[in-house]
């Protein structure tokens, strides 16, 4: 029986002997002989931890890129650093400059790093543009763009595209993966920028309305309205979530309400969790 395993290499919080945390999120994918890493980190402690856990990242056989944002981005040339080509999955607005503005009215620049971008187009690496769902290996699958269809969700933040803030960003890069396993699907976030429920419905009808078993990722619902809060809850609910670990831009006080709204079926995900699906 093949066994997926998940370790969690980059995350806001982290537990355990010399494991350190940073605003980000990286997953390292292992199943059948595949590594795949999803997300990158801000490029400070991916090394690090990878090296802690028993981790070669030199191993790597295809990164995914969830969204163009640094965060997620900045450890893409230690990811690389390998002997062998590397597939990377990437929608192509990930290589747009990317702004957030401040509660100031100033823009900060959120984009991929430049020796990100030069890393991935590195001549011996494959980039293949996720522009539709994507099959990256047999049962693990890049959903490309999520259609918006929630009357409740947007991307969660004041994104644009210029310095100015004058082109908002709608974030058509957002992706999520998926892979099929005995007891269900199992559903990697980076962000969720199209929104949560729109990413779970888009996943539900990509999978003949296989049901969900786990949830794991950024929700970002930092800063979400009560009320955005609750329909998520609502939604979530109705879709039967089995298992959920909210992380990375979910935000406490959603995290704390999907805790509450999900007793026992909620789990953290610092760095050093490993998952094991079968």
Not at 42 to 50: E, I, W
Not at 87 to 105: E, L, M
Not at 108 to 137: C, E, G, W
């Amino acid at each position: 029986m093949v066994k997926t395993h998940i370790t969690v290499l980059v995350e806001n919080t982290a537990r355990g002997p010399g494991f350190l945390a940073e605003h980000g999120l990286a997953y390292w994918i292992e199943f059948d002989g595949r590594h795949v890493l999803l997300d990158s980190g801000q490029g400070g402690v991916l090394t690090g931890n990878a090296y802690k856990m028993g981790i070669a990242l030199r191993e790597i056989d295809a990164l995914i890129l969830s969204h163009g944002h640094y965060d997620h981005t900045g450890g893409v040339p230690d990811a690389l650093k390998t002997n062998r080509p590397v597939t990377v999955y990437a929608h192509p607005a990930a290589f747009a400059r990317k702004f957030i503005r401040n509660s100031d009215g100033t823009a900060r620049d959120i984009s991929m790093p430049y020796l990100s971008q030069k890393a991935i187009r590195d001549s011996h690496n494959r980039l293949i543009a996720t522009d539709q769902p994507t099959i990256v290996f047999d049962h693990l699958t890049a959903t490309g763009p999520v259609p918006r269809l929630t009357d409740f969700e947007d991307t969660g933040g004041p994104f644009f595209l210029d310095e100015a803030c004058t082109q908002p960003d709608p974030l058509e890069d957002d992706q999520s993966v998926f892979f099929d396993t005995i007891e269900g699907t199992i559903v990697l976030l980076g962000c969720a920028h199209s929104g949560v429920i729109n990413t779970l419905r888009y996943i539900r009808l990509l999978t003949d309305n296989r049901p969900i078993c786990a949830v794991i990722g950024g929700m970002h619902l930092v800063g979400a309205s009560p009320h955005r809060v609750q329909r998520t809850i609502e939604e979530l609910q109705e879709i039967g979530i089995e298992r959920l670990m909210p992380a990375h831009c979910t935000g406490m006080p959603a995290t704390v309400a999907l805790w509450n709204a999900f007793p026992g079926r909620c789990q953290p995900c610092p760095v050093g969790t490993r998952f094991e699906f079968d």
